[in-house]
């Protein structure tokens, strides 16, 4: 089946770092491009970073640019999303998601399968 599990999410504050990572099933993560996105309440998800199959390709949101690093782990089915310095506006829920496709992608609507979420709040 199709699973893509987030963990890490949680509380920190201002100017510290944190590690998510998203675990997927074989079938959801295997030769295709990884993504990471975040919304908080009210407003539209939004792309954070993404990553290539052999991770050659990496692109970040010009928001989190120099603060965030995409990551993945293929033989563990694994990808990760570094975050420092953060700040209070990087509060949301961060979702992974997988495309069919082993090239990258920016959009909501380029991405086949996606996680529950995991909360992130960064307090100031």
């Known amino acids: 089946q199709v699973q893509l599990v987030e963990s890490g999410g949680g509380l920190v504050q201002a100017g510290d770092s944190l590690r998510i990572a998203c675990t997927a099933s074989?079938?959801?993560?295997?030769?295709?491009?990884m993504g990471w996105f975040r919304q908080v309440p009210g407003k539209e998800r939004e792309f954070v970073a993404t990553i290539s199959w052999t991770g050659g390709t990496i692109y970040y949101a010009d928001s989190v640019k120099g603060r965030f690093t995409i990551s993945r782990e293929n033989a563990k089915n694994t990808v990760y999303l570094q975050m420092s310095s953060l700040k209070p506006e990087d509060t949301a829920v961060y979702y992974c998601?997988?495309?069919?496709?082993?090239?990258?992608?920016?959009?909501?609507?380029?991405?086949?399968?996606w996680g529950q979420g995991t909360q992130v709040t960064v307090s100031s």
């Open positions: 998601a997988s495309r069919k496709v082993s090239f990258t992608g920016t959009k909501i609507e380029d991405y086949n399968y």
């Open positions: 074989e079938r959801a993560f295997s030769h295709y491009a």
